[in-house]
């Protein structure tokens, strides 16, 4: 049974990672019109009319989130391989218990990185564009957090009930 709970707290491992870098690297966090026409913006680029142009001025919240996002990234990555070790090391192994710690990082830097998003979108671009709303590309990126969240109080779940039981006594060879 502990090892189907590692396994499950490892897919969803897996998945929070591939919608991390899905997130970061699409272009669709906001959807908006500009001058009538459709618009998107993601971390990287901005698109106008299907258009689209690299953000060419440095904003300090969309530089924080990206940072925070790629932080999201390596964290999940190096929870995700951590937590793999429970499949050749046991769950008792102390590089399950450094991903979980790992993933939990992960989402809460994905947490910081939307956090920050979400409060300057509503404050500056809700006042500048009055058709808007969040994209999908930002939706998945929540949908990783839970995912990150779940999968490291899983990995950390399963090392600490794994080190409350008692090991089997050991039978000499006669």
């Known amino acids: 049974m502990l090892y ?8 969803s491992g ?11 690297a699409t272009d669709y966090w906001m959807q908006y019109r500009y001058s009538g026409s459709p618009a998107n913006q993601g971390l990287w680029r901005f698109c106008i009319n299907h258009k689209c142009h690299a953000h060419t001025i440095t904003v300090a ?11 999201s990234v390596v964290s999940c990555f190096a929870g995700v391989i951590l937590g793999l ?15 979980g710690i790992a993933l939990l990082l992960s989402g809460f830097l994905a947490l910081l990185a939307l956090a ?14 009055i ?3 969040f994209s999908w590309s930002y939706i998945l990126g929540w949908v990783a957090v839970i995912l990150t969240f779940a999968a490291g109080t899983i990995q950390l779940y399963l090392h600490q009930k ?13």
């Open 4 to 11: 189907s709970l590692a396994g499950g707290g490892t897919l």
């Open 14 to 24: 897996v998945a929070a990672l591939v919608l991390l870098i899905v997130s970061t």
């Open 61 to 71: 919240f969309w530089d924080a989130t990206r940072a925070f996002m790629l932080l």
């Open 85 to 99: 070790s429970a499949f050749t090391n046991g769950t008792k192994s102390k590089l399950v218990r450094s991903g």
């Open 116 to 129: 920050i998003y979400t409060g300057v979108t509503v404050q500056f671009f809700g006042k500048r564009f």
């Open 131 to 133: 058709d808007w709303r």
């Open 162 to 174: 794994n080190m409350a039981e008692p090991s089997a006594p050991s039978v000499p060879d006669s």
